[in-house]
T-cell receptor, first 116, second 111 residues
Framework: AQSVTQLDSHVSVSEGTPVLLRCNYSSSYSPSLFWYVQHPNKGLQLLLKYTSAATLVKGINGFEAEFKKSETSFHLTKPSAHMSDAAEYFCVVRALTQGGSEKLVFGKGTKLTVNP | NAGVTQTPKFRVLKTGQSMTLLCAQD?????MYWYRQDPGMGLRLIHYSVGEGTTAKGEVPDGYNVSRLKKQNFLLGLESAAPSQTSVYFC??????????FGEGSWLTVV
């Protein structure tokens, strides 16, 4: 079965410093992986996705993630944090249901705090 | 382009009451999903549908029913609400193997 594990429930950085949000995945086949962001009391917005093309994926707002098959990782990074990046981030893997359709399986989330 | 629209956005229910959450999408997507979000749990799949007239159970289906009578609508029903169903509910839709789009969420409190 496909699953993702977000290694940190909370990450705190200072404005202007790099961001690293860690995600490991488990999949019996080549996975499709996503990062979603959720600002307080808002819905989910897609940051970026990996679907077996380039292993370094660039997303919106300066975020990027690198797919590393040997490490089964898909970590999210940003060179310089901005106050507006404070939110909860979800690593997600696309999985097959028993009926053969598709669903998204979510990690438990990492809450990013950005300090001035 | 409205995307995925959920109604209502907020609701308070008494234990034992029933209600229906409505999800509407205008993207002609085949797949629709209902997730619930609880602190520290991420999003968990309640029910999903792969097309008009079809529904299937997800990870946490107990206490919920769904219907997909029209392709653009996916209804989530609570027949007898319980405090454990206090949560934020998200509807989503997609065209197979493409990006899944989420609604803005519905905050439900059961007292």
């Amino acid at each position: 079965a496909q699953s993702v594990t977000q290694l940190d429930s909370h990450v705190s950085v200072s404005e202007g410093t790099p961001v690293l949000l860690r995600c490991n995945y488990s999949s019996s086949y080549s996975p499709s992986l996503f990062w979603y962001v959720q600002h307080p009391n808002k819905g989910l917005q897609l940051l970026l996705k990996y679907t077996s093309a380039a292993t370094l994926v660039k997303g919106i707002n300066g975020f990027e993630a690198e797919f590393k098959k040997s490490e089964t990782s898909f970590h999210l990074t940003k060179p310089s944090a901005h106050m507006s990046d404070a939110a909860e981030y979800f690593c997600v893997v696309r999985a097959l249901t028993q009926g053969g359709s598709e669903k998204l399986v979510f990690g438990k989330g990492t809450k990013l705090t950005v300090n001035p | 382009n409205a995307g995925v629209t959920q109604t209502p956005k907020f609701r308070v229910l008494k234990t034992g009451q029933s209600m229906t959450l409505l999800c509407a999408q205008d993207m002609n997507h085949e797949y629709m999903y209902w997730y619930r979000q609880d602190p520290g749990m991420g999003l968990r799949l309640i029910h999903y549908s792969v097309g008009e007239g079809t529904t299937a159970k997800g990870e946490v289906p107990d206490g919920y029913n769904v219907s997909r009578l029209k392709k653009q609508n996916f209804l989530l029903g609570l027949e007898s609400a319980a405090p454990s169903q206090t949560s934020v509910y998200f509807c989503a839709s997609s065209y197979s193997r493409n990006t899944i789009y989420f609604g803005e969420g519905s905050w439900l409190t059961v007292v």
